[in-house]
């Protein structure tokens, strides 16, 4: 039997008797005999850590981890200095709970105050809190934010992440909310679409930049549109891109949010992750979860604590902005040490060549016959082709050489592939990736 | 201390990525941001040590006895975080083809498995990324099942007042009108006023057992058979699985969903606050409303399936707090079904343990065994003294321990709720025992000094107000 108990079976039993019972079943006596199970649990006994760790490993063997790999679609893979995850592995850091008692707490909270200072400088709005579970959460957040009893209808771009509108769909079923996707045209808003859907009854729209497909939309243009309308604006951005693009403070957005997990988290099959969230600061009091302020201690000195708690579940209980509780407290961090490493001559040469390195990917791409690019707007790190192959067979293909392509799309945009390159493609492997696609498509005549 | 804007200087840090290889493309200048970023490298040397002082300024449970209740703050083992950070875990797209993550889904399935053997459930979500998460998805399955059968005047859902703030506000979330219902002695559920308040409008009844008191309800059975009777679905807050792993099961209990949370029954670091996870499982019944993705197996082979006809939807982006759930089933994997029977047993030793030891200074407003965490009042020093539980708190900050969870639940005035996990060993018990006699000593005869801690901390007590009432949240740069 593994165990961490400390307490050996002696001293167990030394305690026991201490308290004047027989054994560890009397100490349970309270349990109605109709619900203790009567059985041991049908689960293997224990073993020992390096069996364990065998174990494991052989699970993690079983996954193909692709050294070329050339898909984003919400998961971006970036380089992560090593400074990162020494800092982000200390065990102060990591086996802490959440910064209730800030005597003993002022690392933890002066590093969200930290995070929620950075965050505010990429977006450009005043207000930040300490993370929200993740992008697509943030999402839906910003979204019960905008709620108001005359605006309840919210607007999504047909040209954000599927995953995002989801998620805002599941989050906002059932509480009285209408929620519209505005369509698409040549992969952005269409803007037609948006003015007529607008009108006094709507709350907010919320748009990505850049969107799903890629492309930079006109910001500027759909912010002027939405807030005409007396609605909110809401921009989910990528914050390694934030380095070089117009900020949502620039394009008047009232509140941004975004998936943090391209600041220095690994790809982590999905999570964990961090949602962050921006906003204007006459909204500071409407952001949901933690969030971090400076005051003065009893001798005077500069202190963090938690503040503005009135907004949260454990003060309001029904009545509070959000029931968020823990957030990604410890993926924030590893937010903060990524950017005090790149400054802000690192982010712009991260974004910079994840564009210049996708501009090369996609005209090399698009020098194969059969692919095309779908829109002509103008994109960054990812970039949308139609492919009229058969796009399984290829990533199959190229899935044996160790390469990770595109996403295939389904449903209505079945037929495109979404690219993407970060500054890990180099030019080597986007030419290898070239000629390798060549090579499937030479040898599998019929895709 | 400084923050970390006030040691940068323009032009530092490292040289972290290579030259472009590639024709630089150069962004338009409408899509360019026109106020320079703010963010200034450090050298490798600065940020090494800010980030080292600033550990120094943190307690975690790696410093000592943490005894937080209802927050089982229980060692983190290490081994968990070296399996997390393998690249076959780590290094993974979240949309890889499904036939290249085998062991990840694997991982996700059996861990599914365990989860329900612990808990007497029949199937687990991985999506939620913490306990409220959780709780939120659980009531959305709730709503989803009265929906599909037509019975949409089921609206409200039922909370003791003696629950966790997360229940309540979720509740709200997912579109549901709050129940509050006092609770009986010992903070159990009133029988009474559930039978009063249940009814055609009933949607579900929230509750956690054993109770923040760490009382198991003895009326378990007739509890969840009053809202069962009404049409109404058992919600069990997991929060406290801690005590009962391999002694009693919520599945057996009549709940038909309820939400673990991994990060504290199964040993995975709270980070400061997060990342957590918080599974869901259901009964059968609830089974086809259980967000997407799900993983399942066909044959031998492990997929992702991203849709479900009469599925609530997507509640996060990709599936769950992945390294958070493999660092949990690292722990399962290690304890086994006997390990897990273990732990709770000596949960609840420990915590019976410390109890017997602090009972005789301090007032234990229960008589009987706890479960694995208790509760003590310090109203009478309070009274005598004019001590509060919030000065006792900061006292303690001084001896070096972290203080335990104040001020809850509500029922016990001046409450201290104490949870020392099975992960602290006789001695540590002894000497927290000594040190909480020490300090009502001290309260007693040098009330003043107690009431001036905390004294050794880096910062003395923060102004609170202050902070609320002109909210400073980022650092202003120098113009």
């Known amino acids: 039997m593994g165990t961490y108990v400390p307490n050996t079976e002696k001293e167990q039993k030394e305690m026991l008797e201490l308290l004047g019972v027989t054994g560890m079943e009397e100490l349970f006596g309270a349990i109605p005999g109709e619900v203790l199970l009567d059985r041991p649990l049908k689960l293997k006994d224990g073993i020992s850590e390096m069996q364990v760790k065998n174990m494991m490993a052989g699970m993690a063997g079983k996954n193909k981890v692709f050294s070329s790999l050339f898909r984003g679609c919400g998961a971006y893979r970036h380089y992560i200095p090593a400074i990162v995850k020494q800092v982000t592995a200390k065990e102060e850091f990591m086996t802490a709970y959440t910064p209730y008692q800030a005597e003993i707490s002022q690392g933890t909270l002066q590093a969200i105050f930290e995070f929620q200072t950075m965050i505010s400088e990429l977006t450009g709005l005043r207000a930040a809190n300490a993370s929200v579970y993740d992008g697509c959460t943030a999402a839906a957040e910003a979204v019960i934010m905008c709620r108001e009893k005359k605006r309840n209808k919210m607007l999504l771009s047909g040209a954000m992440n599927p995953q995002i509108i989801e998620t805002v769909k599941t989050y906002m079923a059932g509480t009285g909310t209408e929620i519209r996707v505005v369509p698409v045209a040549d992969g952005v808003t269409d803007k037609t679409e948006l003015k007529r859907l607008l009108d006094e009854k709507t709350a907010c729209f919320l748009v990505q930049q850049p969107n799903y497909y890629g492309l930079l939309e006109d910001y500027e243009d759909l912010g002027k549109l939405t807030k005409e309308a007396g609605a909110k604006y809401v921009m989910s951005c990528n914050p390694v891109l934030l380095g070089i693009l117009k900020t949502p403070g620039e394009y008047g957005a009232d509140i941004a949010v975004g998936e943090g997990q391209p600041l220095g988290l690994p790809l982590a099959y999905g999570g964990p992750y961090l949602g962050f969230m921006t906003a204007d600061a006459s909204l500071m009091r409407k952001l949901p979860g933690r969030i971090v302020g400076e005051t003065l201690d009893g001798r005077g000195e500069k202190a963090y604590v938690l503040t503005l708690q009135a907004r949260e579940q454990h003060i309001r209980r029904e009545k509070a902005s959000s029931s968020i509780c823990s957030n990604e407290a410890l993926c924030a961090l590893t937010a903060s040490v990524y950017l005090s490493a790149m400054g802000k001559e690192g982010l712009r040469q991260a974004a910079t060549l994840s564009m210049s390195k996708a501009h090369y990917l996609a005209e090399r791409l698009c020098g194969i016959e059969g692919f095309s690019m779908a829109y002509e707007g103008d994109y960054v790190n990812e970039f949308t082709v139609v492919y009229n192959g058969n796009s399984g067979k290829l990533m199959q293909g190229l899935e044996s050489y160790g390469i990770l392509g595109g996403l295939p799309l389904k449903g209505k945009d079945y037929g495109k592939i979404i690219w993407c390159a970060t500054e890990m493609n180099s030019r080597e492997e986007i030419d290898e990736l070239i000629d390798r696609i060549k090579e499937v498509l030479s040898r599998e005549v019929d895709i | ?479």
């Open chain 2, 1 to 479: 201390m400084k923050l970390i804007f006030e040691k940068s200087k323009d032009g530092r840090g490292s040289v972290l990525l290579p030259p472009c290889d590639v024709p630089e493309t150069e962004l338009k200048s409408c899509y360019k941001r026109e106020k320079e970023l703010r963010l200034e490298a450090l050298p490798e040397t600065d940020i090494s040590r800010h980030y080292t002082e600033l550990a120094d300024r943190v307690y975690g449970v790696n410093n000592g006895f943490y005894p937080l209740g209802s927050c089982t703050m229980k060692y983190n083992p290490k081994i968990n975080d070296e399996i997390a950070g393998l690249p076959g875990f780590a290094d993974i797209h979240p949309l890889q083809p499904d036939q290249t993550v085998q062991g990840a889904l694997e991982g996700l399935y059996k861990a599914e498995e365990y989860l329900d053997e612990i808990t007497g459930m029949d199937h687990f979500t991985f999506q939620p990324a913490a306990g409220a998460h959780g709780e939120f998805t659980g009531l959305k399955l709730i709503k989803a099942y009265h929906e599909k059968r037509g019975d949409s005047k089921r609206n409200k859902i039922i909370v003791p007042d003696s629950a966790h703030g997360t229940n309540p506000a979720s509740a709200a979330m997912a579109g549901f009108e709050v129940i509050n219902i006092p609770s009986a002695e010992k903070g159990l559920v009133d029988i009474e006023a559930l039978k009063g308040a249940v009814g055609e409008d009933t949607a579900g009844f929230m509750l956690t057992n054993p109770n923040t008191l760490g009382l198991f309800d003895e009326n378990i059975l007739a509890i969840t058979k009053i809202v069962h009777e009404a049409g109404g679905l058992n919600y069990y807050d997991g929060a406290n699985l801690n005590a009962i792993m391999g002694i009693a099961r919520p599945g057996d209990m009549g709940f038909d969903v309820m939400h673990l949370n991994l990060h504290k029954t199964f040993s995975t670091p709270h980070g400061g606050g997060g990342p957590g996870s918080g599974p869901v499982g259901c009964k059968e019944v609830l089974a086809p409303f259980l967000p997407i993705p799900r993983v399942v197996k066909e044959g031998n082979c492990y997929a992702l399936l991203e849709e479900g006809a009469d599925s609530i939807g997507r509640v996060r982006g990709f599936y769950g707090n992945f390294l958070v759930i493999v660092r949990a089933l690292t722990y399962i994997l290690t304890l086994g079904g006997d390990g897990l029977k273990s732990t709770s047993e000596n949960a609840v030793l420990n915590a019976n343990y410390l109890m017997e030891g602090l009972k005789d200074t301090y007032t234990v407003p229960f008589a009987g065994h706890c479960m694995h965490e208790f509760v003590i009042s310090l109203e009478e020093l309070k009274k005598e003294t004019g001590v509060s539980a919030l000065d006792m708190a900061k006292a303690l900050l001084d001896y070096g321990v972290h203080p335990p969870t104040m001020y809850f639940p509500l029922i016990v005035h001046e409450a201290f709720m104490l949870e020392p996990t099975e992960t602290e060993s006789r001695e540590n018990l002894d000497r927290v025992i000594a040190i909480y006699k020490e300090l009502y000593e001290a309260a007693k005869n040098n009330p003043e000094e107690v009431k001036n801690s905390p004294k050794k901390t880096v910062i003395g007590r923060p102004d609170e107000v202050m902070a609320a009432r002109n909210p400073v949240i980022r650092y202003e740069f120098p113009v």
